[in-house]
């Protein structure tokens, strides 16, 4: 399971589970095909390391941005730890402190003034938002944020090139808690 997660993803030539106006709806370990950054906001910011990932751990997080995605910090399951650099560490929550893997879900539709930021422009179904304290598996390309405003935000820290799946083109919730 684990040379498909970090590996390889499921035929292009299978069927997607769905399709939503013309969108694909992506299933668990299914990659998107095309370019894997399509409806990103400034993609060139993302150094992609892998096209298409399957991760899994549980959701620590969960915050909405002003460019319509959303940020999850996902605490990664052990097997999973390696896909983590240095600057994960300054990737905490409040409730759990150690470093996590983030995780963006991306908005269905571009808006102003993020014109360029929605899943309709990557051909792809925006996945439903998990809540904190579910345990999901992401599938999205892994990349790495190289974003300069960073440093800003983190003054003083080497937080240059924290891991992402960005964006999550599936998330499965595969336990709640409780």
Not at 31 to 47: D, E, F, I, N
Not at 73 to 91: E, G
Not at 131 to 142: A, F, L, R
Request: a positive charge; charged letters at 20%.
């Amino acid at each position: 399971m684990l040379g498909f997660a970090l590996g390889g993803c499921v035929s292009s030539l299978h069927a997607p589970l769905g399709t939503h106006g013309g969108l694909r709806r992506l299933g668990p370990g299914q990659c998107k095909p095309g370019p894997p950054l399509a409806g990103v906001y400034l993609p060139s910011r993302l150094h992609v390391r892998k096209d298409c990932v399957t991760v899994s751990g549980t959701v620590d997080c969960v915050r909405h941005e002003d460019d319509g995605d959303i940020h999850i910090r996902l605490r990664v399951d052990p097997a999973y730890r390696r896909l983590l650099t240095s600057a994960n560490a300054f990737q905490q929550c409040t409730r759990y402190k150690g470093p996590h893997l983030v995780v963006e879900i991306i908005p269905p539709k571009a808006r102003l003034p993020f014109v360029t930021n929605g899943a309709n422009l990557g051909g792809f179904v925006t996945p439903a938002t998990p809540k904190v304290g579910d345990h999901v598996t992401v599938t999205g390309p892994y990349v790495w944020d190289t974003n300069a405003l960073h440093d800003v935000i983190y003054r003083g820290k080497n937080v240059k090139n924290w891991a992402e799946i960005h964006p999550a083109w599936n998330v499965t919730i595969d336990q709640r808690p409780g």
